[in-house]
């Protein structure tokens, strides 16, 4: 009975002072009848950076399928993750809630009574299934999937094989499906990297891409140095986002070989950005930022939307456009209106969040940022503790480590990253890379101000653990970020 007393009713999002069905009823007819229903493909990649698909601005044939669905699809370009890491992540895509909300702040399971993608679709009769992945949703009774595969292999074809099954066995029930298809890459190890030989099969068959990218080919993102070690891991990395586009291929053939192509909706996103420093598992632009594509049967001819959206707001985006009503409070709020051409107001700012990473350790940090500018609150930056991450295995760390003992731009450089700054503002357009902070500059005195308000009012409304903190770091007090790895590194539950 839980999950349809939540179900009842236009939703309220009052945790966002937004209502995001607005107009629901008004937009949808009355749900089809079952055999007649939208069937749902939710694709995802693993650590995909936005700079990475073509679409995006990219190199050009590195992600060809991608670029194919995205010339299709809307595309929603200046879109974040709410949570940088693998699993708070996808946790917060597939409930539409805060990490501090649903529970999932670090690898750890969401509260056992929040209704999901998977729940609320499986209530209105959807058979669900899930490839791959599966261990970063949790718990069951929250994901409890009628066809999963876990694993964290990248054959190039396992999704599409799984999508295959999930479409005959939805068929044999007479029920509409959503398969989620989470590709693994391009997280570490990459391609053609020593850590990934025996995984990877040596990449043959399955596991080979046509043309490898070589360190020369690459283009290194402002956060990064240009290194020679760099060079060689980025065009690792790059081979890696290849075959993830192989992947993708392999799973848009399966649905058309299906026949249910004509009927199903397409979602595509990442959890997040690149896994390397200033980037995965940090409140630094190439953490969060991750473009979102959605194309259905039947839309108007496709867009590309610049409004600030975050990936909270797939959820309540695509039951809308299913017509189905959301749970009665969500943080995300519906594309729908602006697909559609109508009235839609997109938020100032956006917020984005990290507490505990894969190790079980506490970096709790925050970010505020319109457009252009970024506010970036890192909790844990008392002069004391230093920053451990995932990012920091392979090639690119060690080289910039090295690279610090001589030059002392890249010694600053390693100092941000390993030490943090309680409190420093960026210009992303003048300052990609965010390595020159501007808090103290008076040219931007009024507009920290307004920023630093509005992400005190937003952690005050949404009861965000870490508001106490803030106010500490700009009073110049000491903040306090307890430790409980234990707790907070779930068993199995893989890296970041």
Known sequence: MRKRELLKGAAAAALMGIVPSAGWAQRHPEPKPQGERTNLLFITADDLDSSIPGFMGGMQKLTPNLDALAARAHRFVNNRTVAPICMPSRQAFMTGLLPHHSGGTGFIPVKSDTPTLTTILQDQGYF?????????MQPWSCFPWDYLQNGKDRHTLVHAHGLTVAVEEAKAQNKPFFVQCNINDPHRPFYGSRAAAKADHGNKGPYVIPHEVGPDDVTVPAMLEDLPDVRRELAQYWNSAQRMDLAIGAILRALEESGEAHNTAIVFCADHGMPFPFAKATCYDHGTRVPVLIAWPGMAAPRQF????????????????????????????????????????????????VNEVSSGMAYPSRAIQDDRYALVFQAWADGILQMKLESMFGLTWPAMVAAANGDPKIAARVKQYVEGIPLAFYDLHDDPGQ??????????????????????????????????????????????????????????????
Request: proline share 8%.
């Open 435 to 496: 390595r020159r902070n501007l808090i103290g500059e008076k040219r931007h005195v009024a507009r920290i101000a307004a920023m630093r308000t509005a992400l005190l009012a937003e952690m005050r409304r949404t009861s965000d653990p870490q508001f106490a903190n803030l106010q500490a770091a700009i009073a110049g007090k000491p903040m306090n970020v307890p430790q409980d790895p234990a707790r907070f590194r779930i068993s199995g539950g893989g890296g970041e």
């Open 306 to 353: 610049g409004e600030l959206t975050t990936n909270l707001d797939i959820l309540p985006t695509l039951l809308d456009l299913l017509g189905i009503a959301p749970p009665s409070a969500l943080d995300g709020q519906s594309w729908m209106p602006l697909m559609l051409g109508q009235a839609f107001t997109a938020p100032r700012y956006q917020v984005t969040y």
């Open 128 to 136: 669900a299934a899930a490839i791959h992945k599966v261990d970063h």
